[in-house]
C-alpha cells in the first residue's frame, strides 16, 4: 500500500516559518516529480512548487523568494521550506508524488493535507 504522510503544519504568526514534510512509503520503485499544492475553501488547488526527481524547481510567484522545495531521494521525502509566511499562505498544503510503483506502474498519489495558518 502505498502513501504520503505530511507533517508540519501548524499555527504561525505573520513573519514566522514552518517546514512541511511528505514522505511516500510503500511499494515504490522510484519518484518522478514532488510537489506541494495548497487550498482553500471555495478556490482550486493550487501549484505551490514543484521538484523533478533531478531538482529542478519551479515556484508560484506568490511565493518565490520565500518558500524552498527540496527532497531527499533516499528518503523519499520532499519539504517546504515557508518562511516570511502571510496571512494570505493560509490554507491546507498537499504533497503529491508522481510515482513508478514496483509493478512498474505509474500513478499520481496525494497526502492527507497539512493546515497552515498563519495569524497573530
Known amino acids: 500500500q502505498v502513501q504520503l504522510v505530511e507533517s508540519g503544519g501548524g499555527l504561525v504568526q505573520p513573519g514566522g516559518s514552518l517546514r512541511l514534510s511528505c514522505a511516500a512509503s510503500?511499494?515504490?520503485?522510484?519518484?518522478?516529480?514532488m510537489g506541494w499544492y495548497r487550498q482553500t475553501p471555495g478556490k482550486q488547488r493550487e501549484l505551490v512548487a514543484a521538484i523533478t526527481s533531478g531538482g529542478s524547481t519551479n515556484y508560484a510567484d506568490s511565493v518565490k523568494g520565500r518558500f524552498t522545495i527540496s527532497r531527499d531521494n533516499a528518503k523519499n521525502t520532499v519539504y517546504l521550506q515557508m518562511n516570511s509566511l502571510k496571512p494570505e499562505d493560509t490554507a491546507v498544503y498537499y504533497c503529491?508524488?508522481?510515482?513508478?510503483?514496483?509493478?512498474?506502474?505509474?500513478?499520481?498519489?496525494w497526502g492527507q493535507g497539512t493546515q497552515v495558518t498563519v495569524s497573530s
Open positions: 510503500g511499494s515504490i520503485r522510484s519518484i518522478n516529480a
Open positions: 503529491n508524488a508522481d510515482l513508478i510503483l514496483s509493478l512498474g506502474v505509474r500513478r499520481g498519489y
